[in-house]
């Protein structure tokens, strides 16, 4: 079974330039999220997806990040004009809905680095 | 507000020594807590959840961590570290959304540095 998977691997962007990063979670997972990790500091959750609606996005820092999730499979997140503070390493997430057993798997997530 | 803390950015263990890592939360209600694995180049991975019951949990990797209401502390245990656990390692802690696990709120990870 395929994991979830984060598409690039690494961006390297200048400011003021668009980015998209792609998540492909796990076929049948409803559940999808994104987070982000800033250097040296905590994973923060960013948003979270029920199939194709949006559950959850109080974590989205502002208006520059905008995440879709057409048709409730792949997911993308798009920061639109990027600024240096939104370098960092951005992970997905996904889960089936479970109860107590639910459990979250995540991808590698893309490395973001805005110069 | 809820919060993790782990206190310690980066621990040095030899292979074969025991392993602790600590984890403090401030959470409204009992939360659902966790400890997750980040390789090198890998995701995150689950070692270990806490939902209720029995306050000692078993992991995986041969990892257990043990829920101390009193002390609000989720505390991760080996009782013998091998190089391969080198690696940064996350608590966390999330509550309940509808019938969806929620947001999950991570401390800033410990790297674990294993000496042979």
């Known amino acids: 079974e395929a994991g979830v998977t984060q598409f690039p691997s690494h961006s390297v962007i200048e400011k003021g330039q668009t980015v998209t990063l792609r998540c492909d979670p796990i076929s049948g997972h409803d559940n999808l999220y994104w987070y982000r990790r800033v250097m040296g500091k905590e994973i923060k959750f960013l948003l979270h997806?029920?199939?194709?609606?949006?559950?959850?996005e109080s974590g989205m820092p502002n208006n520059r990040f905008l995440a879709e999730r057409t048709g409730g499979t792949y997911s993308t997140l798009k920061v639109q004009p990027a600024e240096l503070e939104d370098s960092g390493v951005y992970f997905c997430?996904?889960?089936?809905?479970?109860?107590?057993?639910?459990?979250?798997?995540f991808g590698s997530g893309t490395q973001l680095s805005v110069l | 507000a809820q919060s993790v803390t782990q206190p310690d950015i980066h621990i040095t263990v030899s292979e074969g020594a025991s392993l602790e890592l600590r984890c403090n939360y401030s959470y409204g209600a009992t939360p659902y807590l966790f400890w997750y694995v980040q390789s090198p180049g890998q995701g995150l991975q689950l070692l270990l959840k806490y939902f209720s019951g029995d306050t000692l949990v078993q992991g995986i990797k041969g990892f257990e961590a043990e829920f101390k209401r009193s002390q609000s502390s989720f505390n991760l245990r080996k009782p013998s570290v091998h190089w391969s656990d080198a690696a940064e390692y996350f608590c966390?802690?999330?509550?309940?959304?509808?019938?969806?696990?929620?947001?999950?709120?991570f401390g800033r990870g410990t790297q674990l540095t294993v000496w042979p």
């Open positions: 966390a802690v999330a509550g309940r959304r509808g019938s969806t696990l929620g947001r999950l709120y």
């Open positions: 997430a996904s889960s089936q809905t479970g109860g107590s057993n639910e459990k979250l798997f």
């Open positions: 997806f029920v199939k194709e609606s949006k559950q959850d």
